[in-house]
């Protein structure tokens, strides 16, 4: 089951912050987070576990909350460098354990 | 630096034609995904290895798709016969699984480009 995110794009200005939400219709036991500039492969940012865990990344943090079946990733401050496709990833259980399925994807651009 | 590395990077075929795109994951990853891209779906997951023992290919038409792992450096996967709407980019990703049995960080190749005419 693909998990869903939104918005599906965002458009900001450099230093404005951004929310990117990620749910699921199923229970969740982690969250996992990449990002993807245009051209290029995905590549990790973090991944988060049960209990209401928060990690960081540069100034990129998020959040996991399993009660909601959501995570949010937060972008402070944001930078041109941040631009790109930002895909939440969960894992499934049962005979396919560590399945690893992703969102449809936000697209975020950063201008100067 | 350790890396996925994909062959071919660009595939141009006709209908009708057999491809095959190969995957060599990282020295001692043990799982293996293969996904495709498509502006309008995303990141599909195609197939799911784990050490070398294909846990889940429900994302992938079996009529005309397969996916192996022949040994532990290599991954395979094929379309016989290619249709045009095959054409995408096919990632394959390498990981090793965490505590728990969850899948860790996934390291993605550069991807496949393929179009099918």
């Known amino acids: 089951q693909q998990p869903v995110q939104s918005p599906q794009a965002v458009i900001l200005r450099e230093g404005e912050d951004a929310v990117i939400n990620c749910s699921s219709s199923?229970?969740?036991?982690?969250v996992h987070w990449y990002r993807q500039k245009h051209g290029e492969a995905p590549v990790f940012l973090m991944i988060l576990l049960k209990g209401g865990e928060q990690k960081g990344h540069e100034k990129i943090s998020a959040s996991f909350n399993e009660k909601k079946q959501q995570s949010s990733l937060y972008l402070t401050a944001s930078q041109l460098s941040y631009s790109g496709t930002y895909f939440c990833?969960?894992?499934?259980?049962?005979?396919?354990?560590?399945?690893?399925?992703f969102g449809q994807g936000t697209i975020l651009t950063v201008h100067p | 630096d350790a890396r996925v590395t994909q062959t071919p990077r660009h595939k141009v075929t006709e209908m009708g034609q057999e491809v095959t795109m190969r995957c060599q994951p990282i020295?001692?990853?043990?799982?293996v995904f293969w996904y495709r891209q498509t502006m309008m779906q995303g990141l599909e997951l195609l197939a799911y290895f784990r050490n070398r023992a294909p846990l889940d290919d429900s994302g992938m038409p079996k009529d005309r798709f397969s996916a192996e792992m022949p040994d532990a450096t290599l991954a395979t996967l094929k379309i016989q016969p290619s249709e045009p709407r095959d054409s995408a980019v096919y990632f394959c990703?390498?990981?090793?699984?965490?505590?728990?049995?969850?899948?860790?960080?996934?390291?993605f190749g550069e991807g496949s480009r393929l179009t099918v005419l």
């Open positions: 990703a390498s990981g090793v699984v965490r505590g728990g049995g969850d899948t860790g960080e996934l390291f």
């Open positions: 020295l001692g990853h043990n799982t």
């Open positions: 199923k229970a969740l036991y982690s």
């Open positions: 990833g969960t894992p499934t259980g049962g005979t396919s354990y560590g399945k690893l399925t």
